[in-house]
């Protein structure tokens, strides 16, 4: 019988991870200190495996006793120490340093002294998260990617402190449930949300000079290959929680000027807008989803006089700034290789190329060039491919 799994906070991703380890054969504890949040989340799961397994090719009463047994290994609770029988233990609860050191205390206290401990952060540091366990060697990063049943990549992440054999299992535990894992250090945003991080900071800085509109933007991403726009994507993962990971990254580097988070989200989350969650945010949707267009005030560039750029050159723009993080990222030890950040830019952010693979196929020396331009804080100044 595998291993009992707890999962700790039972929003969005705590809902995917339980679910993820109950289809992998794992008796799994939920706990959430709301009991609205853990009943939400284990009708969730149901409804969720119900078509799963329908996918699958089950009907009726099958299906009902393949549901039924695999429900049946999951607890629902609201205490951490409910979590004492565990092997192994995922954090997924809200994004606050001192509301995940308070939790990994008691969780350090409640389970055995094997139990390895993990973090489902975004962008907060594992160390810190690790110095307020009771041996803090069992303590890493397990970081996936929402929605946690379908995307492929989880971000293995050891701090100073976390034992190399401790990230081997949590490795291990992940390939098991058919995921890709890859070793990132513990670094502001790890490899895909630091490198990815210029996808929409780029996008935003070229809308706030007025160089392009929102659909512009959007539309030249996609024809490069990307499956959604970056203000698309915004709008899908919620401002509020692009906001978020965005300041998180961006204090992470002592508030580095290349990571200041656009005012323009800002001003959006303030107004409620925060994307099809709310029918409106970049864009305005219909109750079924139906992107409807622009939003007011996204309709068109500010005027500024300029010629705007063509698409290759938004493209250009936006994937050379992910390149340049790439590279520090490399030169910073986040990740061991390019192909490794590659594969994380692909499974974590969809990517139809890693930034390194792009860049080798345009041309060093051209990248270099043109990330050296002094020009290239200009919107309008790359000529296209
Ligand atoms: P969420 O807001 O959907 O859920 C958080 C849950 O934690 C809530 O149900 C809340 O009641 C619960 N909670 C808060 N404090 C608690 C405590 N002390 N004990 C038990 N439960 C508690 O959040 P989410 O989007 O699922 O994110 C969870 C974590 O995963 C965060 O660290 C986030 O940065 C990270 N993450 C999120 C995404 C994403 O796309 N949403 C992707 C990867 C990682």
Known sequence: MPVEIAVVGAG?????????????????????????????????????????????????????DRRAGTLERLVLGADPEEAAD????????????????????????????DALLATNTSALSVRAIATAASRPERVLGLHFFNPAPVMALVEIVSGPLTDPAVAERGAALVTGWGRTPIRCADRPGFAVNRVNRPFTIQALRLLESGA????????????????????????????????????????????????SPSPIQAELEAAGRLGRKT?????????????LGPAPGFDRAVPG?????????????????????????????????????????????????????????????????????????????????
Request: charged share 20%; proline share 6%; aromatic share 6%.
């Open 86 to 113: 565990a092997s192994i233990v995922i954090e997924a609860v809200i994004e606050s340093l001192e509301v995940k050191q308070a939790l990994f205390a008691r969780l350090a206290a409640a389970t055995s002294p």
């Open 305 to 385: 006089g300029r010629t705007p750029p063509g698409p290759e050159s938004i493209v250009a723009r936006i994937r050379l700034a992910i390149v340049s993080e790439a590279y520090r990222a490399l030169e910073e030890g986040v990740a061991a290789d390019e192909a490794t950040i590659d594969l994380a830019l692909r499974l974590g952010a969809a990517h139809p190329e890693g930034p390194f693979a792009w860049a080798h196929s345009r041309g060093l020396s051209r990248v270099g060039a043109e990330l050296d331009a002094p020009a290239t804080a200009e919107p309008d100044a790359f000529s296209g491919a």
């Open 212 to 259: 392009a509109d929102i659909s512009t933007i959007d539309g030249a991403v996609r024809a490069a290959g990307f499956p959604m726009g970056p203000f698309e994507l915004m709008d899908l993962v919620g401002i509020d929680v692009n906001l978020a990971t965005a300041t998180a990254v961006w204090e992470g580097f002592g508030r580095a000027a290349r990571f």
């Open 12 to 64: 969005t991703m705590g809902a995917g991870i339980a679910q993820l380890a109950l289809e992998h054969g794992h008796p799994v504890r939920l706990i959430d200190l709301d009991p609205a949040a853990t009943a939400r989340a284990g009708a969730l799961i149901a409804e969720r495996l119900t078509r799963r397994f329908s996918q699958q090719g089950l009907i009726g009463p099958e299906l009902a």
């Open 279 to 291: 029918g409106r945010g970049f864009y305005r949707y219909d109750p079924s989803g139906t992107n």
